[in-house]
């Protein structure tokens, strides 16, 4: 592969399954426990299913960030020049790190909501009847955080595309055109 082939496959790899997987899981795993007949076992199967997930979506995120960190690495000297390409970068930046934490934050909410699947529930982020406060809190919480997550990361793949522009031949003349005195827009 030429040129920063890997690292952007890695970064965008990465990303891709981090995504993907977070949206699968709020809408298959965590829509098809709730359709259990036992109400216990609801709250079991989406706990299962998330714990399987958790080391795949850790190795995501991993490939995502040494991915990433190449590409900023390869590309310094643009991102400090080009006009747009270090607040993007910031942005995807920013970004990353909220998505990090909404993950970690999810990892704590399910094991809550699993360690209590003895309570049942409606489903795995819909508390039941017999549910405790503590594991309806974190039923109530998750259910937000669940979305979240592949709102950030696709945030992200969207701030991945407008880099991948930013890198088109035509923007990368108009921003070596611009820093010359006197060159204001070259159309």
Not at 18 to 29: E, K, Q, S, T, Y
Not at 68 to 83: C, E, H
Not at 149 to 158: K, M, Q
Request: glycine share 16%; net charge positive.
């Amino acid at each position: 592969m030429a040129g920063n082939s890997i690292s952007r496959s890695m970064h965008d790899v990465g990303l891709a399954a981090w995504f993907g997987g977070g949206l699968m899981g709020a809408v298959g795993l965590n829509g098809a426990a709730a359709q259990a007949n036992d109400p216990k076992e609801r709250l079991e199967l989406s706990a299962k299913g998330w714990a399987r997930w958790a080391p795949v979506d850790a190795a995501a995120i991993g490939v995502h960030l040494v991915g990433g960190l190449g590409l900023i690495g390869a590309n310094k000297a643009r991102v400090a020049a080009q006009p747009g390409a270090k607040s993007n970068t910031n942005a995807k930046a920013a970004l990353t790190l909220a998505a990090m934490g909404l993950t970690a934050y999810a990892g704590v909410l399910g094991r809550k909501v699993g360690e209590g699947s003895h309570q049942g529930g409606q489903g795995a982020t819909e508390p039941g009847a017999g549910t405790s406060p503590e594991v309806a809190s974190a039923q109530r919480q998750l259910k937000i955080v669940q979305w979240a997550i592949p709102a950030v990361t696709g945030a992200l793949v969207v701030l991945g595309s407008v880099q991948g522009e930013q890198q088109r031949p035509e923007q990368l003349v108009r921003a070596q055109l611009s820093r010359i005195p006197g060159v204001s827009r070259v159309a």
